[in-house]
């Protein structure tokens, strides 16, 4: 049974913790900053580029750069804060880090445990060791949990994915770097699309986003486009503002949203 219906997005304008320009969420949380390279999807990493701005500044948690590092001062942010909030954990990094103990993350997984008036949306590219660390834990029902997929290589997280038990499991295909193909979406409630922004961005295909929205729409899976990023639709370089985030015809904003007194067995 399932316990996912899609909706358009109810997110609010005026966001009081307005911490973010990420579409997709309400405000980041970083229990720990900085982060090493994995797979394509990184090449231009968002986050390496604003450590070194924020080390440049001399920003706490900065002070290696984008080197890996552990902020258990952060750790009690969210039970500050009582208005419902949707947080992305680790905008900075990746929550199942190779350096990542998992005394940690009981603490992460505490707090958030602890806040559920919040959502906690959880993105990663190390997804074996997420499988593992939930293993033997649950995962709260208030966390998302999402992997990136930004080529057919790396479909295989999806599957990684799918065998931990999560209330919302997602997907962030962005930055999209080629054409994914047929997509098997079971077990999958949220869909995030968008092209690469920055000076170096490689850039997006139209077809392989609305081959990915027709998918989506086919298997009832909430589906966000996020931006087309540096390249517009029709293959112009421009201001990621300019080529805006229109698809089709419109914004997809989708979200996956929990039907009230429904959870997990
Ligand atoms: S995993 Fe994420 S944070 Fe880490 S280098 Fe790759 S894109 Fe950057």
């Known amino acids: 049974m399932s316990i996912i219906v ?37 090449k231009h990493c968002y986050a390496e580029t604003m450590a070194r701005r924020l080390k440049a500044m001399g920003a706490p948690g900065y002070e290696n750069g984008f080197e890996f590092m552990l902020m258990p001062e952060r750790l009690d942010m969210p039970l500050k804060i009582r208005r419902p909030t949707k947080f992305f954990v680790n905008s900075m990094s990746d929550l199942f880090h190779e350096q990542m103990p998992f ?85 999958i409630h949220w869909v995030i699309v968008g092209g690469e922004s920055g000076p170096r961005a490689r850039p997006m295909s139209p077809s392989w986003a609305i081959e990915v929205q027709r998918q989506c729409d086919a298997q009832g899976v909430a589906f966000f486009f996020k931006q087309w990023g540096a390249w517009g639709a029709d293959g112009v370089r421009r201001s990621k503002k300019a080529n805006g985030r229109i698809l089709l015809g419109q914004e997809w904003n989708e979200e996956p949203v929990l039907m009230a007194g429904k959870s997990r067995p």
């Open 6 to 42: 899609k909706i358009f997005d109810m997110k609010t304008t005026s966001i009081v913790m307005a911490q973010t320009t990420i579409e997709w969420t309400e405000a980041t949380w970083n229990p720990s900053t900085g982060c090493n390279k994995v797979s394509t999807g990184c």
């Open 103 to 187: 005394e940690f993350l009981d603490r992460v997984f505490e707090v958030i445990r602890r806040t559920p008036q919040h959502s906690y949306q959880v993105l990663t590219k190390r997804e074996e060791i997420m499988a593992d660390y939930f293993k033997h834990r649950r995962a709260p029902d208030n966390v998302w949990l999402g992997v990136s997929v930004e080529n057919a290589q790396y479909k295989k997280r999806m599957e990684v994915l799918r065998a931990v038990d999560a209330r919302i499991r997602f997907l962030s295909i962005e930055p999209l770097l080629g054409p994914l193909g047929e997509l098997d979406l079971s077990g």
